[in-house]
T-cell receptor, first 112, second 112 residues
Framework: GESVGLHLPTLSVQEGDNSIINCAYS??????FIWYKQESGKGPQFIID?????DKRQGQRVTVLLNKTVKHLSLQIAATQPGDSAVYFC???????????FGSGTQLTVLP | DAEITQSPRHKITETGRQVTLACHQT?????MFWYRQDLGHGLRLIHY???????NKGEVSDGYSVSRSNTEDLPLTLESAASSQTSVYFC???????????FGPGTRLLVL
């Protein structure tokens, strides 16, 4: 089955700096990945997704990089703002059931 | 605006009682999902549905059931609540053939 995890449970960055949140997965057949943001007391919110036929995808202030060789993806947030403080999850699609498997999350804290 | 809502937002119940958590979406999505979120585990899939009268078991379905009588609703029932079912429950929905899921605000359940 699919295993999706995150490298660090917590990450602190200074306001204005760039943030990089990492995620590893185990199933080489995984072909789709999503990043979610979850603020305290709220449900996960879609940020950006990427298919396995891509190495990079950019959104507004966010970039996702996919390295299929080492089964790793990262979420980069440019010019991190206080409103970016949240838990960030990656999720991968794979396995015979074709369901999303979620990592445990990284708590991003933006320092003033 | 289309949305997905959950009720109640908070629930306290006793061991052995039957509990039903409601999920209602106005996106007109065919796919609906129930997850539980526990510290250190990320989101784990309980049950899912791809349309009216369709239900499927997820990774952690024991002790839970769902029914899908219309497109908008997927209630989750705990047949006989156990303390191990204390958790935060999230409902999500997605369009047919699309893997991006949109989440509700969650229900925090405490089983005493």
């Amino acid at each position: 089955g699919e295993s999706v995890g995150l490298h660090l449970p917590t990450l602190s960055v200074q306001e204005g700096d760039n943030s990089i949140i990492n995620c590893a997965y185990s199933n080489s057949a995984s072909d789709y990945f999503i990043w979610y943001k979850q603020e305290s007391g709220k449900g996960p919110q879609f940020i950006i997704d990427i298919r396995s036929n891509m190495d990079k995808r950019q959104g507004q202030r966010v970039t996702v990089l996919l390295n299929k060789t080492v089964k790793h993806l990262s979420l980069q947030i440019a010019a991190t703002q206080p409103g970016d403080s949240a838990v960030y999850f990656c999720a991968g699609l794979g396995g015979s059931a074709r369901q999303l498997t979620f990592g445990s999350g990284t708590q991003l804290t933006v320092l003033p | 605006d289309a949305e997905i809502t959950q009720s109640p937002r908070h629930k306290i119940t006793e061991t052995g009682r039957q509990v039903t958590l409601a999920c209602h979406q106005t996106w007109n999505h065919n796919n609906m999902f129930w997850y539980r979120q526990d510290l250190g585990h990320g989101l784990r899939l309980i049950h899912y549905s791809y349309g009216v009268q369709d239900t499927n078991k997820g990774e952690v379905s024991d002790g839970y059931s769902v029914s899908r009588s219309n497109t908008e609703d997927l209630p989750l029932t705990l047949e006989s609540a156990a303390s191990s079912q204390t958790s935060v429950y999230f409902c999500a929905s997605s369009e047919s053939g699309v893997w991006t899921q949109y989440f509700g605000p969650g229900t925090r359940l405490l089983v005493l």
